[in-house]
């Protein structure tokens, strides 16, 4: 796709979640039109679409019908299955491409991937059985974390392992199923950085955040973050190099662990990511316009960060406390219209302006 689509236009969306919803928000004030594909009932995309398809991903008839009610197709969530994205990809563009998802699907392919260009993972090996747990183990060591290839999302499907006798446990904790052996990255702190690339090939990068997790999900991401400038202009430039060598269009979140040796790449997510949430009030074009801009073949905004940003997330019940959070006249509060505020669910957040940009 060459040309950009007009206004008018319909952006297909695979996902009904929060990024999903905030995605057609952006879409929405673009002149766009949006179609939610999810296979949950009620999704938060949905309050704020203008058509919902309600179907499991592996209703082939659904996703045709889907893909010819739009112009283009994009998602929220990288593990679109394969049969799915056949059908999708048959009728109309999928942005961004199959190979940066299914590079991104599986922990092993990311890492070969990233070591090609160039760039610093986490010692690794693949382990498919239990016979090569041990293998890995004498090559990796301990402390160690072993991660299932697949699937994973905010410390989900993961094992520690403080000294080689605790690989057995950690297998039998993943259920037996094909993972990566990842070497324990002796880290100062993380940060991310949000990355897009236009149809043209364009490159623009969101300053970097500083993530503090809390329970394995992501609690605060903070602008500026704490690196040198040389730091900064790595993680940007280390950034464009995967934007560029996966000809992605669209956004994409990279995860970084900060070490003396150098930034370490721990994942990347080919989606708007929980950690460029900031950009909201902190850039005048965020993370959300930017890939509905990317995937509609318009110019890209500028990345620039106009504000100092705290962004927290609301976990479970944090989000009753919107009487007090609604009071801070310096706070973004972004809300997901979810009814059902479980431990450990993403409800919303707060994005503080702590000041002018430094
Ligand atoms: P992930 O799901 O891979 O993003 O991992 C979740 C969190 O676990 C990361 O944000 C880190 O805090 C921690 N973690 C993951 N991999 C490593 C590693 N190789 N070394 C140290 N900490 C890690």
Same mark, same amino acid.
């Given at each position: 796709m060459t040309k950009a689509l007009p206004q008018g236009s319909t952006i297909g969306i695979l996902?009904?979640?929060?990024?999903?919803?905030?995605?057609?928000?952006?879409?929405?004030?673009?002149?766009?039109?949006?179609?939610?594909?999810?296979p949950g009932a009620n999704p938060p995309a949905g309050h704020v679409a203008d058509v919902v398809t309600t179907a499991p991903y592996s209703d082939l008839d659904a996703l045709v019908a889907f893909a010819k009610s739009v112009d283009v197709v994009t998602f929220e969530f990288e593990n679109v299955p394969a049969d799915a994205l056949d059908a999708l990809?048959?009728?109309?563009?999928?942005?961004?491409?199959?190979?940066?998802?299914?590079?991104?699907?599986?922990?092993?392919?990311?890492?070969?991937?990233?070591?090609?260009i160039g760039l610093k993972v986490?010692?690794?090996?693949?382990?498919?059985?239990?016979?090569?747990?041990?293998?890995a183990v004498g090559t990796v060591g301990a402390p160690s974390i072993l991660k299932t290839r697949r699937f994973g999302y905010d410390g989900k499907g993961q094992s520690r392992l403080k000294t080689t006798d605790d690989a057995?446990?950690?297998?039998?904790?993943?259920?037996?199923?094909?993972?990566?052996?990842e070497g324990f990255i002796d880290f100062s702190h993380e940060v991310s950085v949000i990355g897009?690339?236009?149809?043209?090939?364009?490159?623009?990068?969101?300053?970097?955040?500083? %993530?503090?997790?809390? !329970?394995?999900? $992501?609690?605060?991401? *903070? +602008?500026?973050?704490n690196l040198k400038s040389s730091q900064r202009m790595d993680a940007v430039i280390l950034t464009g190099?995967?934007?560029?060598?996966?000809?992605?269009?669209?956004?994409?979140?990279?995860?970084?662990?900060?070490?003396?040796?150098?930034?370490?790449?721990?994942?990347i997510a080919p989606r708007v990511h929980n950690s460029g949430h900031w950009?909201?009030?902190?850039?005048?074009?965020?993370?959300?316009?930017?890939?509905?801009?990317?995937?509609?073949?318009?110019p890209l905004g500028d990345g620039k960060r106009?504000?100092?940003?705290?962004?927290? %997330?609301?976990?479970? !019940?944090?989000? $009753?406390?919107?009487? *007090? +959070?609604?009071?801070?006249?310096?706070a973004g509060l972004h809300l997901y219209g979810k009814t059902d505020a479980k431990a450990g669910r993403k409800m919303g957040h707060v994005n503080k302006v702590t000041g002018p940009a430094t």
């Open positions: 996902g009904g979640g929060q990024l999903g919803r905030m995605l057609s928000v952006a879409a929405s004030r673009l002149g766009f039109k949006t179609h939610i594909f999810e990809e048959s009728i109309r563009p999928v942005l961004p491409n199959r190979n940066a998802l299914a590079t991104s699907q599986d922990r092993i392919a990311e890492k070969d991937f990233l070591t090609g986490a010692p690794y090996a693949n382990v498919e059985t239990a016979d090569d747990l041990v293998a057995s446990n950690a297998w039998d904790d993943l259920g037996n199923t094909p993972s990566v052996l897009a690339r236009s149809q043209s090939g364009e490159v623009v990068c969101f300053d970097p955040g500083e %993530n503090i997790h809390r !329970d394995g999900i $992501l609690h605060t991401t *903070t +602008l500026p973050a190099q995967i934007l560029n060598a996966l000809d992605y269009v669209g956004v994409m979140g990279v995860e970084l662990f900060v070490t003396p040796n150098g930034l370490i790449v721990n994942e950009t909201q009030n902190g850039c005048v074009i965020d993370q959300f316009e930017q890939h509905i801009r990317a995937v509609a073949g318009w106009h504000s100092n940003v705290v962004m927290t %997330n609301l976990i479970g !019940d944090e989000v $009753l406390d919107v009487e *007090t +959070l609604s009071k801070d006249a310096s």
